[in-house]
């Protein structure tokens, strides 16, 4: 068996501390997942993750408020309008705050966020934001994965307590998606021009999408300099358009982190690598962050995702502890110990 010797290279000057460029990303995307230079791109990201972390690992929690027939008409999503399966529902703002606080009781979570449908109601996102504000503990910080929204709505949500947006340019943007990639990259700048964390991610990988696709899209992130990149395969759906194109594995899902980690690594803005779903393969190729899920999911056929395909704050620690991480980021830069938490 031969080891790659421009992949080696490349790893190599990665561990000394440089970004790989976006060719290179390329390139190291072009091995199989079970390919020898994949395990050592996996090991190398790893490495470098929790020296850049200081092998901390993260939690965030998201709360699905609403489901619709969504105008996005994304192909792989269970809310697309067309071929949904879901009736119409909204989580009551009491239900909202109910999950807010079993999220966020503990003061472990970094990072609350509010998900809502392409169209949503704006004034009623920002009473719930406002509501929050004024009763979440120990300041854990809010953030907003909505639709596209304007300058003066980001300045609202900014004034009324929002820290950060999760909004991507998904992969195959207005062909897989009935949504303008030029909107959705306007918002992007609105967020980053307003001053609110850019949560970002390379998603919903599928089979067919290749190295130099995903390699354009990763680099979208460090272009307008993510807070947060990520990853995210597409999840199978029966009913989704896109159904029929399968679903990669975890193993491949790991292997892009594993080269979004290191072409970040000159990415000051950039704070965490999450993956999403939360597995262990993808905490062991440079991630340290999960997220746990309640409510609405775009990836699950159930209208409530607890118990299903979400998983909650004791199993996000736990997998962050069986990944290796010693200590948890908390809001306010603050750390809790995990090695503690698995302690009689
Ligand atoms: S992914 Fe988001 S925008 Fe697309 S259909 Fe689903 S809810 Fe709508």
């Known amino acids: 068996m031969q080891f790659d010797t421009q992949a080696e290279g490349w790893l190599r000057d990665a561990l000394a501390g440089r970004p790989i460029t976006k060719e290179e990303c390329a390139c190291l995307l072009q091995f199989p997942e079970t390919a020898l230079e994949a395990s050592l791109l996996r090991a190398v990201a790893d490495a470098t993750s929790r020296e850049r972390f200081q092998n901390q690992g993260i939690v965030l929690g998201q709360v699905g408020v609403e489901i619709a027939a969504c105008p996005g008409k994304c192909k792989f999503c269970s809310f697309g309008e067309g071929h949904t399966q879901f009736s119409a529902s909204v989580m009551s703002e009491a239900d909202i705050l109910h999950n807010a606080t079993r999220f966020t009781a503990s003061g472990e979570l970094f990072a609350l966020f509010l998900m809502t449908m392409h169209t949503f109601d704006f004034a009623r996102l920002l009473h719930t934001v406002r509501t929050l504000r004024e009763r979440s503990p ?25 820290n950060g947006a999760y909004h991507v340019c998904r992969l195959r943007e207005g062909t897989d998606t009935a949504l303008d990639p030029e909107r959705r990259q306007a918002t992007i700048r609105t967020i980053r021009e307003c001053g609110l964390d850019w949560y970002n991610c390379c998603e919903p990988i599928g089979p067919e999408h290749g190295p130099e696709e995903l390699a354009e899209q990763i680099f979208l992130g ?42 970040t ?24 962050t999960v997220y746990a899920e ?39 830069g603050k750390q809790v110990s995990l090695l503690e938490t698995f302690k009689s």
């Open 294 to 332: 309640t409510g609405a999911n775009p990836r699950d056929t159930e209208q409530d995702t607890t118990g299903h395909r979400g998983r909650d704050m004791a199993v996000c620690k736990q997998m962050l502890y069986e990944a290796g991480f010693s200590q948890l980021l908390v809001s306010q």
């Open 138 to 162: 120990l300041g854990t910080q809010l953030v907003v994965n909505i639709g596209d929204f304007d300058r003066v709505q980001a300045l609202e949500l900014k004034a009324a307590g929002v």
């Open 222 to 263: 460090l272009e307008y300099g993510c807070f947060q990149h990520a990853a995210m395969r597409r999840v199978y759906i029966p009913s989704a358009p896109l159904a029929s194109r399968g679903q990669i594995s975890e193993l491949r899902l790991a292997q892009v982190v594993a080269v979004i980690a290191l072409a």
């Open 265 to 288: 690594l000159g990415c000051r803005e950039t704070r965490s690598i999450a993956v999403h779903e939360p597995n262990l393969l993808g905490l062991a190729a440079g991630a340290n």
